[in-house]
């Protein structure tokens, strides 16, 4: 099993998300929180974050947290 990355801009919606509770409900994931991911036109759109490098975004705050969710299911899923 390998480690996931959740990678959050502080500057971000998205960064008011708990993200760090998902650390807690899947083994092998860590959660960044970075001032900047370079992403400065996609930031200033919608709520985003990086989930080992692929950009996952949403129109909503909890649409995003299940996609997220749901990306970290099909890699872990993957490493089965």
């Known amino acids: 099993m390998g480690i996931l990355i959740v990678e959050v ?10 993200l760090e ?3 807690d409900e899947f083994a092998g994931i ?5 001032s900047c991911l370079s992403e400065c036109e996609l ?3 919608q709520p985003y974050v990086m989930v080992n490098g692929d950009i996952i975004a949403a129109g909503s705050l909890d649409s995003l947290m ?6 970290i299911e099909a890699e872990l899923a993957e490493w089965a």
């Open 30 to 34: 860590s959660v960044i929180r970075s």
């Open 9 to 18: 801009c502080e500057s971000n919606p998205a960064a008011s998300l708990p």
């Open 66 to 71: 299940g996609q997220i969710r749901s990306k």
């Open 43 to 45: 930031c200033a759109q």
């Open 21 to 23: 509770v998902l650390e």
